[in-house]
């Protein structure tokens, strides 16, 4: 059973740093690509980084490229996204997801399995 935890959010003042962990299981993670999304209120899903299988290739959204970093660890099974410099826009459920495919997609509906979610609280 494909299933994707994340963890690491929480509340941070503006120009802090926070790191996200997505765990997974039920599949091998280096075969397949990972996305990290992110949701504020009233707002579609948008996704703000994603690693390729094998983690030579990654992608950001223009909103946090210089900012956020993608990585994975295969051997914990886990991606983090590591986030400085935060912005109260950068507020937002933060969401892994995986569509078991080498390679990454920008678009949210082709993500099969997504991970329950971690709020993300950057405010003074």
Not at 18 to 47: D, M
Not at 86 to 105: F, G, H, I, N
């Amino acid at each position: 059973q494909v299933q994707l935890v994340e963890s690491g959010g929480g509340l941070v003042q503006p120009g802090g740093s926070l790191r996200l962990s997505c765990t997974v299981s039920g599949f091998t993670l280096n075969h397949y690509a990972i996305g990290w999304f992110r949701q504020a209120p009233g707002k579609e899903r948008e996704r703000v980084a994603c690693i390729n299988g094998g983690g030579g290739t990654t992608y950001y959204a223009n909103s946090v490229k210089g900012r956020f970093t993608i990585s994975r660890d295969n051997a914990k099974n886990t991606v983090y996204l590591q986030m400085n410099s935060l912005k109260p826009q950068d507020t937002a459920e933060y969401y892994c997801a995986t569509r078991l495919v080498y390679y990454c997609s920008g678009y949210a509906r082709e993500y099969d399995h997504w991970g329950q979610g971690t709020q993300v609280t950057v405010s003074s």
